[in-house]
């Protein structure tokens, strides 16, 4: 079913009673081509890319709990491609022009908007650094703007400009970066999947795998065995805890990120600005509510809940970049569990298993990745080669040394 104006007005004559399913809730199959473990955004992208771009149809999708209910459903929805390491900004801004063609491309609306994202500086160092990122951009053909403190109160008058220990004297703007409605993203691909052929199977955990002599064969799930000639795993948290059952170690921690919505406020606030130095970031989603975050609550965990003393320090950094925000009242907050590699960059790759590969290092910063994500996993899964703009992904620099630190953090993953 295509939707459009006509579908809508047809379907409203006829009492919205004849609107199909999604997508369809299939027995999963004795064997597969390929089986996707995890279905959350990277999970869904790939097997939709595998059908649509590479032919390949004959693809389960497992999932253990609900599609969508991991971090795709759970995020602060910035899109961005403010990238500025040779490695990272051809592959980010690939995914930005995906999102650019995404709703048409899987004809659903995903509430893309391109409302602008600006990253704050308080200092001169952070203003070089900020400088230096945007020329990275600009030469790689990527929008960037530095913006000085006067062009930064003409967009958000009521932020802190004077504030004792992070005045803001400027920020690079990203006006092609925006938002997008996470769960419709994950909604969009999964019936972009199923409608090709994709067995989308909820409520079926992976519990193991059959590798036989180094090669892959198939994997044990809640329900069953199932046989397959590859398998791409794209389970983000949990990753650590599911690559585990294959012996294979990986420089990954799981942390927990959280995130807070307000009640709804009228419209003020219409771009993402980002406050690095405070920890916090913020934008007001289209049903007035003030979406915004923090830093990682700090220690590793796979609970998908934070603590109090990461909600006060982010309700601090709130405070002291736009002090308005003490009147709103938070109706929401919530974690999820980030697979924070060594160098804060991500992971697609073979492994050293026959038929076995491997999406995941996202860390905080994966929804924005979600269509280039999928459509480079699916190339490699479908013709054993990275895609050119996801070759610095190898999962063997952490060995070689070979990091790609974007915020030249050094090797402390929760630091990124
Ligand atoms: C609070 C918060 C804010 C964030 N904000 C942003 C942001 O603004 N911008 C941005 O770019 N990124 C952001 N992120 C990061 C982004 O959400 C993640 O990097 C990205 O969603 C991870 O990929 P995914 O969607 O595939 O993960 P998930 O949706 O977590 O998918 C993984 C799936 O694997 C499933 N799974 C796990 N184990 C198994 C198993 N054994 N068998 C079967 N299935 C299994 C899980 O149930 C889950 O559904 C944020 C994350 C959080 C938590």
Known sequence: ???????????????????????????????????????????????????????????????????????????????????????????YEFSLKLWEGLEQ?????????????????????????????????????????????????????????????????????????????????????ARGADSRGVDLIQNCEVTGFVIEGGVFKGVETTRGTIKAKKVGVAVAGSTTRVMHKTGLRLPIESHVLQAFVTEGLKPFLDGVVSFGVGHFYISQSDKGGLVFGGDLDGYNSYAQRGNLPMIEHVCEAGMSLMPAIGRARILRNWGGVMDMTMDGSPIIDKTPIDGFFLNCGWCYGGFKATPASGFCFAHLIAREEPHPVAVAYRLDRFEKGYLLDEERTGAQPNLH
């Open 1 to 91: 079913m295509r939707y459009s104006a006509l579908s809508i007005v047809t379907n409203a004559l006829s009492g919205n009673r004849n609107w199909k399913p999604v997508w369809r809730e299939p027995e999963p199959k004795a064997e597969y081509d390929v089986v996707i473990v995890g279905g959350g955004g990277h999970g869904l992208s790939t097997a939709y890319y595998l059908a649509k771009e590479f032919g390949i149809t004959n693809v389960a999708v497992v999932e253990k709990g609900w599609l969508g209910s991991g971090n795709i459903g759970r995020n602060t929805t910035i899109v961005r491609s403010n990238y500025g390491l040779p490695g990272n900004t051809p592959f």
């Open 105 to 189: 491309d899987f004809n659903y609306n995903a509430m893309m908007s391109q409302r602008g994202v600006l990253n704050l500086f308080h200092s001169d160092g952070q203003r070089d650094a900020f400088a230096r990122r945007g020329n990275a951009m600009r030469l790689e053909g990527v929008d960037a703007e530095l913006v000085d403190q006067a062009a930064v109160r003409k967009m958000y008058p009521f932020l802190d400009f004077d504030n004792a220990r992070f005045p803001i004297q400027g920020g690079l703007l990203q006006r092609r970066g925006g938002t997008a409605r996470h769960d419709a993203v994950a909604w969009g691909y």
